[in-house]
């Protein structure tokens, strides 16, 4: 009888073990998925708050008077307005694209802004630019000189430009030399559609 139960118990400790495994096995299984959604959640939230920033920082306009700002040299300032797309399918937002460099010197960081004004550089709208890589501005002069971090979009909500024409320059922030700032005149124009 005695050699009966030996074996019997022999495969119930082994059962217990089995399913002790088993368990740990199932908290490592729940600990996983608890991290799962904590950094899936936490990425989302993170998401959200990224791309608010950046629509309060790059889209809201700053009041300025640039009248005493000097104008750009048209023989050391190079620009380029690639493209204006005033939409109403994404948003009520016009969308600025281009680039401009101050020929001869490397770019090592991005530093220009985008002016809207309607007849003098007094009452200006300035808005922050996203820098676009541009390694065909580099490419198109190959001059030796970086201009790669030279491109520029802007994405300008209609509510705070709606139904006025407005001339578009740009202030280049010169930090590699003493020039300081400049106004690059662009001479192009447009007319935002106003908001329904």
């Not at 009888?1 to 217990?16: D, T």
């Not at 550089?121 to 001059?143: G, I, P, S």
Request: with cysteine.
């Amino acid at each position: 009888m005695l050699s009966l139960i030996k074996p019997f118990s022999k495969k119930i400790i082994k059962n217990n073990q089995m399913s002790a495994a088993s368990g740990d096995s199932r908290k490592t299984g729940d600990i996983a998925w608890a991290f799962s959604v904590f950094v899936l959640v936490f990425g989302t939230l993170f998401t959200i708050f990224v791309l608010i920033f950046q629509h309060t920082y790059y889209s809201k306009p700053v009041k300025a008077d640039l009248s005493q700002v000097q104008i750009a040299d048209e023989e050391a300032y190079r620009f380029n307005i690639d493209s204006i797309t005033d939409s109403r399918t994404l948003g009520n937002y016009v969308f600025i694209k281009g680039w401009a460099l101050h020929k001869g010197q490397d770019l090592n960081h991005f530093n220009t802004e985008l002016v809207l004004y309607k007849d003098s550089l007094e009452n200006c709208l300035v808005f922050k630019l996203a820098m676009q890589t541009r390694t065909d501005v580099t490419e198109y002069f190959d001059d030796g000189y970086d201009y790669d971090l030279s491109g520029f979009s802007a994405n300008v909500k209609s509510s705070y430009i709606g139904g006025n024409e407005y001339k578009i320059a740009l202030l280049y922030n010169d930090t590699e030399t003493d020039d300081g700032a400049a106004i690059i005149l662009t001479g192009e124009t447009f007319i935002s559609e106003e908001e329904d």
